[in-house]
C-alpha cells in the first residue's frame, strides 16, 4: 500500500473546495506559468519533469512525464533533466559539506 494515490492527481481541483477563491488564484496562476511564453510548453515540461524529481513528486513525475511526451520531448530530453535535477540535488548536498570541513578544520586544531 502507497502513501500515494493516483485518483489524488486527477482530482487535483478538488483541493480548492475549502477555500475556491485561493483555490482559483493558485490554478490560475499555475495555467499562466505553463502556458507558451519566453519558454515553450515542451520546455517548461521539462523544467518541471527535473523540479519533481528534485522534490520527490511522485504525482508532479507522472504528470510532467506526460506532459513533456505530450508535447514532444522524447525519452533522451527527459533523462537528461533528470540528470539536471540530480546534479544540482547532488552539488547542493556536497557544497554543504565546506561546512563539515571548515567544522572538522577548525575542532581539529
Known amino acids: 500500500m502507497s502513501y500515494y494515490r493516483n485518483e489524488h492527481l ?5 483541493i480548492a473546495k475549502g477555500q475556491p477563491e485561493l483555490g482559483k488564484k493558485f490554478f490560475d496562476y499555475y495555467g499562466a506559468v505553463f502556458a507558451d511564453g519566453a ?12 523540479v519533481a524529481h528534485a522534490v520527490q513528486c511522485p504525482y508532479c513525475i507522472d504528470a510532467y512525464t506526460t506532459e513533456s511526451l505530450k508535447n514532444g520531448a522524447d525519452l533522451e530530453q527527459m533523462t537528461e533533466a ?14 554543504h559539506g565546506m561546512q563539515m570541513l571548515e567544522q572538522a578544520e577548525k575542532t581539529s586544531m
Open 39 to 50: 519558454l515553450s510548453v515542451r520546455e517548461k515540461a521539462l523544467i518541471a519533469l527535473a
Open 82 to 95: 533528470v540528470h539536471v535535477a540530480v546534479a544540482i540535488r547532488g552539488g547542493a548536498s556536497l557544497v
Open 10 to 14: 486527477e482530482e487535483f481541483a478538488r
